[in-house]
């Protein structure tokens, strides 16, 4: 079946330092789709991609659609410590409900 | 705007018992539904969505069934609760149209004895 590789799992960092982390399949998918997730809360849709090469911010947030349709990136600019919990992308392959998450990537930031 | 809410927030179950999990969601008409479970290692498995009243797809057969009693509820039930049902249950709607793009809510805490 689809899966997604994330990563890092996990990153700890500095206050004012930017963020980079990725998603690859093994398969192509027709959206991505970046979450924010934290403790003891449903996950937060933060940035939606729909077409290869798509290159969306939503603040210090800027995500892209890879143009080979198996990659997703997330960067965050000037991490401040509220951006502190697990990051999920998603990818959905087209068939009606199903969404692909990968593992997540935690982030820590240091003040 | 939508809302969406799950009840209970916490639920601790001894095993065999029953479980239900309550979904609704606010703002909106006809929405697909879905049900997800998150266990400790972080990752987020589809369980069940539905498209409409009455209407499930079931995507891991396991202990868990669910139903669509009105347009805008779905519950998750068991009728004997195993251990390994422990976890963080996750709830989302989409628009019918945009399935793509799904909303959470705040989820249930599930911890079976």
């Known amino acids: 079946g689809q899966q997604l590789n994330q990563s890092p799992q996990s990153m700890f960092i500095q206050e004012g330092e930017d963020v980079s982390m990725n998603c690859t399949s093994s398969?192509?998918?027709?959206?991505w789709l970046w979450y924010k997730q934290e403790p003891g809360e449903g996950p937060v849709l933060l940035i939606a991609?729909?077409?290869?090469?798509e290159l969306t911010s939503n603040g210090r947030l800027t995500a892209q659609f890879g143009i080979t349709r198996k990659d997703s990136f997330l960067n965050i600019s000037a991490s401040i410590p509220s951006d502190v919990g697990i990051y999920f992308c998603?990818?959905?392959?087209?068939?009606?409900?199903?969404?692909?998450f990968g593992k997540g990537t935690k982030l820590s930031v240091k003040p | 705007s939508q809302t969406i809410h799950q009840w209970p927030a916490t639920l601790v179950q001894p095993v065999g018992s029953p479980l239900s999990l309550e979904c609704t969601v606010e703002?909106?008409?006809?929405?697909?539904l879905y049900w997800y479970r998150q266990a400790a290692g972080r990752g987020l498995q589809l369980l069940f969505y539905?498209?409409?009243?009455?209407?499930i797809s079931s995507e891991v057969p396991q202990n868990l069934s669910a139903s669509r009693p009105q347009d805008r509820q779905f519950i998750l039930s068991s009728k004997k609760l195993l251990l390994s049902d422990s976890g963080f249950y996750l709830c989302?709607?989409?628009?019918?149209?945009?399935?793509?793009?799904?909303?959470f809510g705040p989820g249930t805490r599930l911890t079976v004895l």
């Open positions: 703002g909106t008409s006809n929405p697909n």
């Open positions: 991609l729909y077409k290869a090469g």
């Open positions: 398969s192509i998918f027709n959206t």
């Open positions: 998603a990818g959905h392959g087209g068939s009606q409900g199903n969404l692909i």
């Open positions: 539905s498209v409409g009243i009455g209407q």
């Open positions: 989302a709607w989409s628009f019918r149209d945009r399935v793509r793009e799904q909303f």
